[in-house]
């Protein structure tokens, strides 16, 4: 009984520690993980008052929006959950059947590449900031159902032009990568 207290008081502190590293994780990657049941993960979480993913995804992006000056809500694909604007973000898109290719059911590449740019240009600290150039690679299909989370970070800027790199990956593994050069366009030219 005892040795019985002290695997789960250890598999608590496991899950809390992943979770807090990971908070994208899934209870089935969790199950996984941890070497336990899928039902065992959630009253784990419900004994520790920990959300599943999905709201604490919703709880990450909840005023996160209200710092983006280059876009709106409903132009980012997918859900921008982590901001410091000027330096990094994060958003995750859950592939949805609508998404995908009717005849392989594999993701349409442009909606990993809308989601890492639209995510480049949130960066900005800017009320105007476009795309000038993209080099992206596609690193292998991405499937109905996997949660895509695109990490990017300005590597440099210089003047109106930053350059920021994407990295999106479905759990550890990497699905795409990009290169964008974002300019921010002075108000004096998009006023015309």
């Known amino acids: ?23 994208f994780l899934t209870d089935e990657q969790l199950a996984q993980i941890l070497g336990v049941s899928i039902q065992t993960i959630r009253l784990d979480r419900s004994e520790l008052n920990i959300p599943e993913m999905r709201e604490r995804v919703k709880n990450m ?7 983006v000056r280059a876009l709106t809500r409903q132009e980012m694909v997918g859900e921008l959950v982590d901001l410091h604007l000027g330096r990094e973000g994060i958003s995750i898109l859950q592939i949805t059947p609508s998404m995908c290719l009717r005849k392989t059911g594999v993701a349409s590449g442009q909606y990993l590449f809308a989601q890492a740019n639209t995510l480049a240009v949130a960066l900005i600290d800017a009320p105007v900031a476009l795309t000038g150039t993209a080099k992206v690679s596609f690193k292998r299909p991405v499937f109905v159902g996997e949660n895509v989370v695109a990490r990017a970070y300005i590597s440099r800027q210089k003047g109106n032009k930053y350059m920021v790199r994407v990295s999106s990956t479905v759990g550890r593994e990497t699905v795409f990568t990009g290169k964008f050069l974002v300019f921010v366009i002075p108000e004096e030219e998009w006023r015309r």
């Open 1 to 23: 009984m005892e040795q019985e207290q002290t695997g789960r008081c250890n598999r608590h502190r496991l899950l809390r520690q992943y979770i807090e590293g990971n908070p």
């Open 61 to 67: 992006a909840r005023g996160v929006y209200g710092q």
